[in-house]
């Protein structure tokens, strides 16, 4: 909807303002990856590069710029793109993002085929993107990524809007903080924590999880009762415990018990 490819069934999608088809020179506006796979396989990934650049007025210089930063310059720049792999195909994707070098960038899924360096890679390049004062926008359906790249989320549901938030934010909607706490009187200082309203539950003899009650105060009941603590530990929801909890009324498709 924003590039223009689908119209919505109600109201608009802009840039800065403006329907996409009206910024002359696409490119210099907006750079997306929406499929990797949708490049001409008998081109290389220079020829790909050249053709949109000479088509929105972009120097040429520009082109071997974003093959060296993507890593697919020399040789890997003059083969045909019928022979990348899926990585190499997200890395030319991004490069044809970059461009134009615009002030909005929209990633579909852009970590799919990527090996953990490629990962790291694009987590670093997201990040600087939006230091630059840019918009970067990135859909993923993996939300150990973004909990590791995105500073808002906006998550969708069946087409309503579920959640438009801070991810710190989103995540604090999610269970409580669990506090892990190991100690070898495992038995005594659950009936203490149990007395002032914690919820106590085992994991193992000596690693009981306490919620309802932060590790400073723990601590201090520990303290107070003589109970020694090997370990103290407080976990927050992950990213995708709270997305998984506060979706779970629009899901479209859900797993069967297979057993």
Same mark, same amino acid.
């Given at each position: ?10 109201? !608009? ?6 329907? =996409? ?10 750079? /997306? ?10 081109? #290389? ?5 050249? %053709?949109? /650049?000479? #088509? @929105? ?10 093959? +060296? ?6 040789? +890997?720049?003059?083969?045909? &793109?019928?022979?990348? #792999? ?15 070098? $615009? $002030?909005?960038?929209? =990633? ?30 990135? #859909? !993923? ?6 909990? @590791? ?26 269970? /409580?903080?669990?506090? %892990?706490?190991?100690? $070898? ?5 659950? +009936?203490?924590?149990? !007395?002032?309203?914690? &919820?106590? /539950? ?19 009941? +520990?303290?107070?009762?003589? =109970? ?18 506060? %979706? ?12």
């Amino acid at each position: 909807m924003l590039l223009g490819l689908v119209r919505p069934s109600g109201g !608009s999608a802009t840039i800065s303002g403006h329907a =996409f088809r009206r910024h002359a020179r696409g490119l210099r506006h907006v750079g /997306a990856l929406l499929d990797a796979g949708d490049v001409h396989g008998g081109r #290389s990934a220079r020829a790909h590069l050249r %053709t949109l /650049a000479r #088509s @929105n007025r972009i120097p040429a210089g520009r082109v071997e710029k974003v093959l +060296a930063e993507v890593g697919l310059d020399g040789a +890997a720049a003059r083969r045909q &793109v019928s022979g990348y #792999s899926l990585g190499m195909k997200q890395r030319l994707g991004i490069a044809t993002a970059l461009l134009g070098d $615009p $002030p909005v960038l929209l =990633f579909d899924e852009p970590l799919n085929g990527l090996d953990p360096e490629g990962v790291l890679w694009v987590r670093g390049l997201f990040r600087r993107l939006a230091a630059e004062g840019r918009t970067v926008f990135v #859909s !993923s359906h993996l939300m150990s990524e973004m909990e @590791n790249t995105a500073d808002e989320l906006i998550v969708i549901g069946r087409g309503e809007l579920i959640a438009a938030e801070s991810l710190a934010d989103f995540a604090a909607r999610g269970t /409580a903080p669990t506090v %892990t706490v190991r100690t $070898p009187d495992a038995g005594a200082l659950t +009936a203490v924590l149990a !007395s002032q309203g914690a &919820v106590v /539950a085992p994991d193992g003899e000596e690693t009981p999880k306490v919620t309802g009650m932060g590790a400073d105060l723990i601590g201090e009941l +520990a303290h107070q009762h003589g =109970f020694l603590l090997g370990e103290l530990t407080t976990e927050h929801a992950s990213l995708e415990a709270a997305f998984m909890e506060l %979706t779970a009324d629009s899901a479209d498709y859900l797993a069967g018990d297979s057993r």
